[in-house]
């Protein structure tokens, strides 16, 4: 059931209809229709119409399983559809008889949310519509259904709830509502007592519906309340309906934000331009913004940026969307550039979650054994080894101020982007290193360099030492500890310190004697990590055929994810980069150590 809020006392309920037992269809494919005499009333029938502020962001103490709480409505995360029109009851009794009027013409203005009120003309609502206009009622209650909410303390350090998307299902007139702030203002047929008033209301219609300031001018100054909300409703009519037309390829939304992206993308570092976004590269933050609210079918005729800004970053609208593959694109980039070197030396896999994920190894089938005299064949068994690895988030946020967006600053954006993106590798390669230098314990509790393993030495980089880490390596046993599995060198991991050697090591060079032959040249390539800070060095195998290492990523997110995050506390839009990684051993067969001198 969805809980209606209103005064705590009066709180109702929706709750599921039975289950009704179903018929046989008896009139399968026959047209079926009930005539009804329609009543469509109109604004001079005498009925009693009002305006009333039925909500604000006022808290509101409320209880749930963890205890006291205070409720906030934010009128910004109002949804109401085009035209809404709910029940008008009373004291939140959901019935026909209890039905006295309906509410419509529904806005957010500021921290608030006004409708107007219509009381029926039936004979028993005529009392109750006395006691509005004499004052005896002057408290409305909203009943609304809250999709989202946002948890928080307030300064006073008070638990919070925020509604921040919610719908309103009806409005109800009531003596104590739970928001003392949601009061019948006056009759949409009064004047306005003061200048300053029909100045205000003026100016939140118009706000609201997006008109221009020569629309406000040219209203007539004894007009009403109902008479300027009736010229907004005509003035908006005028408006050019947004056209239906076949989608094809380059009227397709999906292909529109990916070519809007890429041009902001270009316009952020530059790089290559496609040919289809080259229309797109001309146009600032706030003209993107303006071709997202058209493409929704929303006209800008008269926002200004900011109401243009407002508008793109709630609701229907792409922007946001555009704007968020375009960092995307630019932090994809920049990780790319930045990856770490060490990844060459691992298995990448995808895991599907955040558990601790083994990888089983099989052991080696040995040789094959002769057959007896009578044919048979003897059963073997293999054995295993299994590791384990887990993922985990790295993240940071990313606030693209309205200052920026509408300075058109994108090369700060640009360059906030691509630090992201850089950040995500850097965070890569020191989890590769810490993995590789840790010397951690593997599943059969000894470290992956042991001496019991003879894979790990304490002698200078050379020429000598290298023959003998290959040496080592074309000679270690597999799991059986009888078959040797013939491991291929492929890569000598230095850092900074021993870049040079490692050079000469692996150089090729014209040789004039036998004993000036580089036996290493074209042999081995050279891994540079400049997070290895001593003069440690390392031999490892291909990973394609005995890898040592491994490396994921959360198989719907590989690499750096640029996401849209709700920003109702500050102006501007808020993203957030986060990258799901997780790195371990796989075997130590494949790995060779040493110290250094």
């Not at 009064?190 to 219609?205: A, D, G, L, Q, S």
């Not at 054994?369 to 993240?395: I, P």
């Amino acid at each position: 059931m969805t809980r209606l809020v209103g005064d705590p006392a009066l709180a109702t309920y929706i709750v599921s209809p039975p289950k009704v037992r179903k018929l046989p269809d008896t009139t399968s494919g026959e047209f079926l229709a009930r005539t009804v005499e329609a009543f469509a009333p109109s604004e001079e029938d005498g009925a009693t119409i009002f305006s009333a502020i039925v909500a604000t962001d006022a808290p509101v103490a409320r209880r749930d399983r963890k205890g006291m709480y205070l409720e906030v409505l934010d009128p910004a995360g109002l949804e109401l559809a085009r035209g809404a029109d709910v029940p008008l009851l009373t004291d939140h009794k959901k019935s026909a008889r209890e039905t006295v009027g309906r509410a419509y013409d529904f806005a957010v203005n500021g921290n608030s949310v006004s409708a107007s009120l219509r009381l029926g003309l039936a004979e028993d609502i005529a009392p109750l519509a006395a006691r509005v206009r004499d004052g005896t009622l002057k408290h409305v209650s909203a009943g609304y259904q809250v999709l989202s909410w946002r948890e928080g303390t307030d300064a006073e350090g008070n638990r919070t709830k925020t509604a921040t998307r919610w719908r309103i299902l009806e409005v109800s007139l009531t003596p104590i509502p739970a928001d003392p702030n949601a009061t019948i203002q006056r009759s949409l047929s009064m004047p306005f007592e003061t200048e300053e008033i029909r100045e205000e209301f003026v100016e939140n219609i118009r706000s609201a519906c997006g008109l221009s300031e020569d629309w406000a001018e040219g209203l007539d100054v004894e007009a009403d309340e109902e008479a300027i909300r009736e010229a907004a409703r005509a003035e908006m009519m005028k408006r050019q309906a947004p056209r239906i037309r076949v989608t094809r390829e380059r009227d397709n939304p999906v292909e529109i934000q990916t070519r809007a992206a890429d041009a902001l993308a270009f316009r952020m570092t530059g790089g290559d331009l496609p040919e289809a976004s080259r229309e797109y590269v001309g146009m600032s933050f706030v003209d993107h913004a303006k071709e997202s609210l058209a493409r929704s079918g929303i006209s800008v005729r008269g926002m200004t940026a900011d109401e243009i800004l407002q508008r793109s970053t709630v609701g229907t609208s792409d922007f946001p969307l555009v704007v968020s593959n375009a960092m995307g694109k630019v932090a994809a980039q920049a990780y790319q550039a930045a990856e770490s070197p060490l990844k060459a030396l691992a298995r990448q896999r995808t895991l599907s979650n955040f558990k601790k994920s083994t990888a089983i190894r099989l052991g080696e089938m040995g040789r094959l054994e002769e057959m007896t005299e009578h044919g048979e064949f003897k059963h073997t068994s293999r054995a295993e080894s299994g590791e384990s690895m887990a993922l985990k988030t790295f993240g940071r946020a990313i606030n693209v101020s309205r200052k920026l967006i509408i300075d058109d600053d994108l090369g700060l954006l640009g360059d906030m982007t691509s630090a992201m993106g850089q950040a995500a590798a850097q965070t890569e390669a020191e989890e590769l290193v810490a993995l590789l230098t840790a010397n951690p314990d593997l599943s059969d509790e000894t470290p992956v360099f042991d001496a019991s393993r003879n894979n790990t030495v304490a002698v200078a980089l050379s020429e000598n030492a290298l023959s003998d880490a290959r040496q080592h390596l074309r000679t270690v046993k597999g799991l059986d500890g009888k078959t040797i599995i013939a491991v291929k060198p492929r890569y000598l991991v230095v850092g900074p310190e021993l870049e040079t050697a490692g050079e000469k090591l692996l150089a090729s060079i014209y040789a004039a004697t036998a004993d000036d032959v580089n036996a290493f040249a074209g042999k081995l390539s050279l891994v540079v990590e400049p997070r290895i800070e001593d003069d440690a060095w390392f031999v490892m195998a291909d990973p394609a055929s005995v890898p040592s290492i491994q490396y994921g990523y959360l198989a719907s997110a590989q690499g750096v994810q640029i996401q849209r995050q709700e920003a109702w506390e500050s102006l501007g839009l808020k993203y957030r980069a986060f990258l799901d990684f997780g790195c371990g051993w796989l075997d130590w067969r494949g790995a060779y150590r040493s110290t250094g001198a």
